[in-house]
């Protein structure tokens, strides 16, 4: 079997998972890159990976360090897994130190927030990158302990991939086959990258859990939450209400966008769809949005971000996780973005967008200068 040397960028949860998995995989030697020095010294002797079922996995990548040039230097695959907010720093880092000799298959896990633009942006003087993103992480994963263990929580029953359109049918094929070595679910390949952009996950599901939680009609609004509030298993039913909403906009600018290109993007399907063909008889009862979410085995225990506010005098959501920073700025951000270019009406996004980044205290510059400018006058 041909070595596959793959780098992972990344020390946070999906990082660590990664690097579980994939140093697990034959003939597939891991090299990571963190910034965390917590992780360069605590993977020192491995990490392990707590399985839903209470048992253990163990994993030890070859190298884990902070220097670009030695952990990607030799990678025919990267796989990044920081924040959107984090990524243009981590592509310009790694870029002058990608080889040249033959293709390098550069990705995001997941590749939302239109990391395809991104990338083909910051790498445009290495044709030789071959630009991917996977629709979604392949496993939840939580209870991070930095270089030392993560939490392992349910598994897609199939993955999707896509590449930049620039991308030749040899490369795609290529990228099918080291993704077919890294992953035990099957993996298949997206007809346009769209469909990963316009896939409703993170960016609509949690600016709309946290819109109805905390929200101007939300049941927590000016008060503290408990410590231990879960994502999904405490959603409230306004936040479902209104990610149901918020879903049907996004499907109206699938809609549009594959009018506008006369591309196929039939995979991009409403989100309780995706949910239930994703996590299968992990869901107890799928009668509704909130009942999907709630009863999900894979989200269960997932909390959300809170910190410590003494003035408030207990637990309140941490406006810098990358709940904000990621979901509203980058995500939601974008498909706002999109829709006033195709001319789709999305109140329901746009008002919690706008909301979200009051609440968050504003956003510094312009982090969407990477959506093409011709957009969506030309195909891109």
Same mark, same amino acid.
């Given at each position: ?29 891991? #090299?990571? +890159?963190?910034?965390? $020095? @917590?992780? !360069? %010294? ?5 990490? /392990?990976? *707590?399985?839903?079922?209470? #048992?253990? +996995?163990?994993?030890? $990548? @070859?190298? !884990? %360090? ?5 952990? /990607?230097? *030799? ?10 907010? @984090? ?294």
């Amino acid at each position: 079997m041909t070595p596959l040397n793959v780098a992972i960028c990344g020390g946070g949860r999906t990082g660590h998972l990664n690097a579980v998995l994939f140093s697990r995989q034959p003939g597939v030697r891991v #090299s990571w +890159l963190t910034s965390n $020095p @917590a992780v !360069v %010294g605590g993977a020192a002797g491995g990490i /392990v990976a *707590h399985l839903p079922d209470g #048992s253990a +996995l163990p994993g030890e $990548p @070859a190298q !884990v %360090g902070t220097d670009p040039a030695s952990a /990607v230097r *030799h990678a025919d695959v990267v796989v990044i897994t920081v924040p959107a907010d @984090a990524r243009a720093a981590v592509l310009r880092a790694i870029g002058p130190h990608l080889r040249r000799d033959r293709p390098v298959y550069v990705g995001a896990i997941p590749g939302f927030c239109g990391f395809d633009w991104l990338a083909a942006e910051i790498l445009a003087n290495r044709p030789n990158a071959v630009i991917w993103g996977l629709k979604d992480v392949p496993h939840t994963a939580f209870d991070l302990v930095p270089g030392r263990s993560v939490r392992m929580g349910g598994a897609k029953q199939r993955l999707h991939a896509a590449t930049h359109r620039r991308e030749s049918r040899e490369a795609r094929a290529e990228l099918a086959a080291h993704l077919g070595r890294l992953f035990e679910a099957p993996v298949e390949m997206l007809q346009d990258y769209l469909a990963i952009t316009l896939t409703p996950g993170n960016p609509i599901m949690h600016s709309a859990v946290v819109y109805g939680l905390v929200g101007p009609y939300g049941q927590w609004r000016d008060r503290t939450l408990p410590e231990d509030f879960c994502w999904w298993t405490d959603c409230p039913e306004l936040g479902a209400y209104f990610l149901e909403r918020c879903d049907a906009e996004n499907q109206s600018l699938r809609r549009a966008a594959a009018g506008h290109f006369g591309i196929d993007l039939s995979s991009v399907k409403p989100l309780a769809t995706e949910i239930i063909e994703a996590y299968g008889d992990q869901i107890a009862d799928t009668a509704t949005m909130l009942t999907i979410l709630r009863t999900n085995r894979a989200y269960a225990g997932i909390r959300a971000p809170l910190v410590h506010d003494p003035a408030a005098g207990g637990f309140v959501l941490d406006r810098t996780s990358r709940a904000f920073r990621e979901d509203v700025v980058y995500g939601l951000g974008l498909l706002v973005r999109m829709a006033a270019g195709l001319s789709v009406s999305v109140p329901h996004l746009d008002e919690i967008h706008r909301w979200a980044l009051g609440y968050m205290g504003g956003v510094a510059g312009e982090p969407l200068s990477h959506l093409p400018r011709a957009w969506p006058g030309a195909a891109q």
